[in-house]
């Protein structure tokens, strides 16, 4: 089993209507990260957390929410989906070390459509 | 603005070495990763630098010069399955990461 996983795995829906991704990890990580990639783009970060009761936006979180539900729970939420948030959608955790330069380990992927 | 450049796509043939450039501007600099991401699938990480110089890890290496805001990963002995895009990602001085778009790598019998 992977030690990120995320559901749904691939997701088509309508404008307007709400959606959750979900997040849940077996790695003991502290630190939980949401990003989305498109075509052409870097990863893009939308929400991370660094634990439970901490929770930061991103470079592009207009749009969405997320939820720290535990340790290894993160879940990110389209309130109101639209067209230009079909992406690919990634969950990613790490380690908190020292010098703060963990490696991310990411989840296989949600790939979402918004017709 | 802070800024990741890299080549989109590079063809290279199999048993061949391959070089894949990054370019950097950031506010400031805590450290440059390498991931590999195979079509469909989640990124994975290759290396770290922090330092200048090679880090070599088995047929990877990678290379950094941070006066010229540059790095390289270098593919040695190449393999069909390094058929991938190669991700360039810089730790900024507020530790956040910015990821460049990735290079498509097309190895070629």
């Known amino acids: 089993d992977a030690d990120v996983t995320q559901t749904p795995r691939n997701r088509i829906t309508k404008t307007g209507k709400r959606i959750m991704l979900e997040c849940s990890q077996t790695k003991g990580h502290d630190r939980m990260y949401w990003y989305r990639q498109d075509p052409g783009l870097g990863l893009r970060l939308i929400y991370y957390s660094f634990d439970v009761k901490d929770i930061n936006k991103g470079e592009i979180s207009d749009g969405y929410s997320v939820s720290r539900q535990a340790q290894a729970k993160f879940s990110l939420s389209l309130e109101s989906a639209i067209p230009n948030q079909t992406a690919l959608y990634f969950c990613?955790?790490?380690?908190?070390?020292?010098?703060?330069?963990?490696?991310?380990?990411f989840g296989e992927g949600s790939r979402l459509t918004v017709l | 603005g802070q800024n990741i450049d890299q080549p989109t796509e590079m063809t290279a043939t199999e048993g061949a070495i391959v070089q894949i450039n990054c370019t950097y501007q950031?506010?400031?600099?805590?450290?440059l990763f390498w991931y590999q991401q195979h079509a469909g699938e989640a990124p994975t990480f290759l290396s770290y630098?922090?330092l200048d110089g090679l880090e070599e890890k088995g047929r990877f290496s990678s290379f950094l010069s941070r006066s010229k805001g540059y790095s390289y990963l270098l593919l040695k002995e190449l393999q069909m399955k390094d058929s991938a895009s190669y991700l360039c990602?810089?730790?900024?001085?507020?530790?956040?990461?910015?990821w460049g778009a990735g290079t498509k790598l097309i190895i070629k019998p």
């Open positions: 990613a955790t790490s380690e908190r070390d020292r010098d703060d330069t963990g490696e991310l380990f």
């Open positions: 630098n922090v």
């Open positions: 990602a810089v730790l900024d001085s507020n530790y956040q990461l910015i």
């Open positions: 950031t506010s400031g600099f805590n450290g």
